[in-house]
């Protein structure tokens, strides 16, 4: 069975930050992209960050460029963003997701809420 499950959210106040780990299961994890969405109440889902199936290569959107870092961890099969300096334009639903390397297959988390406020 496929899981993506998201951990690491919360509350956090402007300037904060928060690390967000997403564990994958059921698949070869090593055989896939992995990716950072995000979406806003009354928004459309977006792509905030990248990292391809080696971990040597990532891609960021430009709001979050020089403030987020995204990682992962084959051997334990974790992907994970690292959000720094935060904004409350970073409030939203973050969301894992796997893409195939090899093919359309792709997966989603159930999603992790990130709130900035102060």
């Known amino acids: 069975q496929v899981q993506l499950v998201e951990s690491g959210g919360g509350l956090v106040q402007p300037g904060g930050s928060l690390r967000l780990s997403c564990a994958a299961s059921?698949?070869?994890?090593?055989?896939?992209?992995m990716s950072w969405y995000r979406q806003a109440p009354g928004k459309e889902r977006e792509l905030v960050a990248t990292?391809?199936?080696?971990?040597?290569?990532?891609n960021y959107t430009d709001s979050v460029k020089g403030r987020f870092t995204i990682s992962r961890d084959n051997a334990k099969k974790i992907v994970y963003l690292q959000m720094d300096t935060l904004k409350p334009e970073d409030t939203a639903v973050y969301y894992c997701?796997?893409?195939?390397?090899?093919?359309?297959?792709?997966?989603w988390g159930q999603g992790t809420q990130v709130t900035v406020s102060s």
């Open positions: 990292v391809n199936s080696a971990g040597v290569g990532a």
């Open positions: 997701h796997a893409h195939f390397i090899f093919g359309y297959r792709n997966y």
């Open positions: 059921g698949f070869i994890f090593n055989f896939y992209d």
